[in-house]
C-alpha cells in the first residue's frame, strides 16, 4: 500500500473528522455522511474518494446502497512500521501521563 | 438507512502475493499458526462443513461452519465464539473472506459482522483482525511477523 497516500489522506482535518464520524458509527451512505457532518454532498464525494484511494475507507453494496466503513488496517500498519520499532512501553506511559494531566481520564 | 440493528466492519489489505498462496495462507494449519497467535483452524473446507478456530492448547476458541467456499476466490464461515459465556450468548456472525488479483498484488476483504446492535463480539473481531492482517501480509511478503504476542 502506499504509504504516502495514507499520510497525505489524513493531513486534512476533514477528512479526519469524516474517520472519526465513521468510527463512531460504521457503515454509512454518503447521504447520512452528509447531514452527520453537515458538509456538502459534493465535500463529502471528494473526501471520500481521497480516503478510498488510500484504503483508511472501505465500502459495499447493500441492495441499492453503497455503504462506507472506516478501514483502520493501513494507520495499523503504519503504526507498526513508525512506532512499533521504538520503545512502545515509553511511549504509552507518556500518553498516560499527558491523558492525566490534561485530565481526559476522570471518567 | 443504514441497518441500525447490526453491527459491521469490513476492512480491506494489498499483499503481494498470487491469490493460491493467500488461500493457502488462510486455510493451512502450520501457515495459520504462524500469523494467528499460534491458533489454527480445523475444517474439511467443503460447504456445510464444521469449522473451528483452536487455541495452541487445544481449547475451542470458536466454532460454527463453512457457508460458502470458492477457492481462491471467497469463503463465508458462520461464526460463533465458544470460550466467552457473554459473547457467545451473541449467537453467530457471518464473515466474508474475498480474494481478488489487483495487479501484481491481492486484494483481500475482511466483511464481519452480525444482525445485532453494539455487538462485543463484532467489536472484540474488530480489534483482533487488524493484527492477524499485518501479520499475514509481513509473512507473506517478507517471510517474518510483525507482532508475536497478542497484546
Not at chain 1, 497525505?8 to 455522511?33: F, Y
Not at chain 2, 469449522?51 to 475451542?60: E, H, K, Q
Not at chain 2, 481478488?100 to 467489536?123: C, F, N, Q, W, Y
Request: with cysteine; proline share 5%; hydrophobic share 40%.
Amino acid at each position: 500500500m502506499d504509504e504516502d497516500a495514507v499520510f497525505r489522506a489524513l493531513a486534512d482535518a476533514s477528512r479526519r473528522r469524516l474517520l472519526d464520524w465513521l468510527h463512531d458509527k460504521n457503515g454509512q451512505t454518503l447521504g447520512e455522511l452528509c447531514r452527520g457532518l453537515d458538509m456538502t454532498r459534493q465535500g463529502v464525494a471528494k473526501h471520500l474518494a481521497i480516503l478510498e484511494a488510500a484504503n483508511l475507507v472501505s465500502s459495499r453494496r447493500h441492495g441499492r446502497e453503497k455503504l462506507h466503513f472506516i478501514n483502520p488496517v493501513p494507520i495499523h500498519e503504519i503504526s507498526q512500521r513508525w512506532i512499533g520499532k521504538f520503545e512502545r512501553r515509553h511511549l504509552s506511559a507518556l500518553a498516560e501521563l499527558k491523558k492525566t494531566l490534561e485530565g481526559e481520564n476522570h471518567d | 438507512m443504514t441497518d441500525a440493528a447490526a453491527s459491521n466492519f469490513v476492512y480491506v489489505t494489498f499483499i503481494r502475493t498470487t491469490p493460491d498462496r493467500l488461500w493457502s495462507a488462510l486455510t493451512s494449519p502450520d501457515f495459520t499458526r504462524q500469523y494467528w497467535f499460534g491458533m489454527h483452524q480445523e475444517s474439511d473446507w467443503r460447504p456445510g462443513a464444521a469449522w473451528r478456530l483452536v487455541f495452541p492448547d487445544g481449547r475451542v476458541a470458536d466454532a460454527g461452519e463453512i457457508v460458502e467456499i470458492d477457492p481462491p476466490r471467497r469463503l463465508i464461515i458462520r461464526w460463533r465464539n465458544e470460550f466467552r459465556p457473554e459473547l457467545n450468548s451473541e449467537g453467530y456472525s457471518r464473515c466474508a473472506i474475498e480474494l481478488e488479483p489487483t495487479g501484481d498484488a491481492v486484494k483481500l476483504t475482511i466483511a464481519h459482522g452480525m444482525d445485532r446492535a453494539g455487538s462485543k463480539l463484532i467489536e472484540a473481531f474488530s480489534g483482533g483482525w487488524p493484527l492477524i492482517l499485518s501479520n499475514l501480509k509481513s509473512l507473506l511478503e517478507t517471510g517474518e511477523i510483525a507482532v508475536k504476542t497478542k497484546p
